[in-house]
Nanobody, 125 residues
Framework: QVQVEESGGGLVQAGGSLRLSCRAS????????MHWYRQAPGKEREWVASIVGGGITRYAESVKGRFTISIDRYLRTVNLKLDSLKPEDTALYYC??????WGQGTQVTVYPGEWGQGTQVTVSP
C-alpha cells in the first residue's frame, strides 16, 4: 500500500513564491519518475513538471523559468518551487509518483498584486 500526500499550498500575492512538497509512504522502495500536475476550476488537469531518471527535469512552457522541481530520494519527497507566481497559476496541484500513485492535491491561490489578502467575516445567528 502506497500513500502520497502533498503539502505547502496556500494564498499568495502575484509575484510571490511557494514551495510544494509531496511525500510517499508505505510499501515502496523508490520511484524512477515523479511528476506535478495542476487543475484550475473548469479546466482539464494539465502536466506541470517531471523529474525522471535520477535527475532529468522537464517543464511545461507556461512554467519554465519560474518553477523548479527537485527530489530527496532518501525522504521519498519531490518538491516544486513556485516563483514569480501569476493569478493564472491558481489551481489544485497534484503529485504523481511513478505511473499510478496520486495524491489528493494542495490548493495554490494567487491573487492580483493590487488586491489585499482578504479577511474572513463570519456572522453568527
Amino acid at each position: 500500500q502506497v500513500q502520497v500526500e502533498e503539502s505547502g499550498g496556500g494564498l499568495v500575492q502575484a509575484g510571490g513564491s511557494l514551495r510544494l512538497s509531496c511525500r510517499a509512504s508505505g510499501s515502496i522502495i523508490s520511484f524512477s519518475d515523479m511528476h506535478w500536475y495542476r487543475q484550475a476550476p473548469g479546466k482539464e488537469r494539465e502536466w506541470v513538471a517531471s523529474i525522471v531518471g535520477g535527475g532529468i527535469t522537464r517543464y511545461a512552457e507556461s512554467v519554465k523559468g519560474r518553477f523548479t522541481i527537485s527530489i530527496d530520494r532518501y525522504l521519498r519527497t519531490v518538491n516544486l518551487k513556485l516563483d514569480s507566481l501569476k493569478p493564472e497559476d491558481t489551481a489544485l496541484y497534484y503529485c504523481r509518483m511513478g505511473q499510478r500513485y496520486w495524491g489528493q492535491g494542495t490548493q495554490v491561490t494567487v491573487y492580483p498584486g493590487e488586491w489585499g489578502q482578504g479577511t474572513q467575516v463570519t456572522v453568527s445567528p
